[in-house]
T-cell receptor, first 113, second 111 residues
Framework: GAVVSQHPSWVICKSGTSVKIECRSL??????MFWYRQFPKQSLMLMAT?????????EQGVEKDKFLINHASLTLSTLTVTSAHPEDSSFYIC?????????FGSGTRLTVV | GQQLNQSPQSMFIQEGEDVSMNCTSS?????WLWYKQDPGEGPVLLIA?????ELTSNGRLTAQFGITRKDSFLNISASIPSDVGIYFC???????????FGAGTRLTVKP
C-alpha cells in the first residue's frame, strides 16, 4: 500500500538551531502534503499544506517564517523548524491524501533543549 | 482549529466489552475517517466513509457516516487488550482538501 516515509523519527536539538523533517512518498506521487503538530495527549492540529510547485498555505497562527515548508518534488516535502525554542518541542506528522483516506508518516518527535 | 466534537474523551473497559465513540460537528463533511494512534507513532487508518448513511465494517470495527453528514460513530465489539490506544475521527469539509481531527478518545482495556 501507499507509504509515507518520515525522517528523522526523533531529534534533540539546542535552542536556536534549525531542524529539517522530511516526508517522502515511496510508491506514489504526493502533489499535496499536510503537516500536523501534536502536543502530548492532544489531537493533531493542522499547521500547513504544501503543494508541489507552489507556496505552502499556513493555518492561522502558524508562523510561516519559522516553519519553512518546501515541496521540492512529487515525492518529497520538508518542514524546517528554524531557530527552534523549547516551546516548539512536539510531535510533527505529515500526511498525504490518497484515493481512499490519507496516509500518515510515522511522525517526528522534536525536543528542543 | 478543531471543528469536530469527539466523545467520550476516554474510556476504561473490561476485555470483551463493546465500545462506542462518536464525532459530531456543526459543519457538513463529505468524508469521515477513523484512525488509531499508538504512542509515538503516526495514525493508522481504520475505516473510511464517503457517503451519507454508509455503514462499513473492518473486522470487529464498525463505523457509520451520519445521514446529516455532520456526525459519525465507531463501534468496537468484543474488545481485546491490543485495542488500547487513541482513536481519532477525522473529517474532510465540503470544498476543502485538508482533514480536521477530533480531540481523540483514549481507550484502555483491562484484561
Amino acid at each position: 500500500g501507499a507509504v509515507v516515509s518520515q525522517h528523522p523519527s526523533w531529534v534533540i536539538c539546542k535552542s536556536g538551531t534549525s531542524v529539517k523533517i522530511e516526508c517522502r512518498s515511496l510508491d506514489f506521487q504526493a502533489t499535496t502534503m499536510f503537516w500536523y503538530r501534536q502536543f502530548p495527549k492532544q489531537s493533531l492540529m493542522l499547521m500547513a499544506t504544501s503543494n508541489e510547485g507552489s507556496k505552502a498555505t499556513y493555518e492561522q497562527g502558524v508562523e510561516k517564517d519559522k516553519f519553512l515548508i518546501n515541496h521540492a518534488s512529487l515525492t518529497l516535502s520538508t518542514l524546517t523548524v528554524t531557530s527552534a525554542h523549547p516551546e516548539d518541542s512536539s510531535f510533527y506528522i505529515c500526511s498525504a491524501p490518497r484515493a481512499r483516506g490519507y496516509t500518515f508518516g510515522s511522525g517526528t518527535r522534536l525536543t528542543v533543549v | 482549529g478543531q471543528q469536530l466534537n469527539q466523545s467520550p474523551q476516554s474510556m476504561f473497559i473490561q476485555e470483551g466489552e463493546d465500545v462506542s465513540m462518536n464525532c459530531t460537528s456543526s459543519s457538513i463533511f463529505n468524508t469521515w475517517l477513523w484512525y488509531k494512534q499508538d504512542p509515538g507513532e503516526g495514525p493508522v487508518l481504520l475505516i473510511a466513509l464517503y457517503k451519507a448513511g454508509e455503514l462499513t465494517s473492518n473486522g470487529r470495527l464498525t463505523a457509520q457516516f451520519g445521514i446529516t453528514r455532520k456526525d459519525s460513530f465507531l463501534n468496537i465489539s468484543a474488545s481485546i487488550p491490543s485495542d488500547v490506544g487513541i482513536y481519532f475521527c477525522a473529517g474532510q469539509l465540503v470544498g476543502n482538501n485538508d482533514m480536521r481531527f477530533g480531540a481523540g478518545t483514549r481507550l484502555t482495556v483491562k484484561p
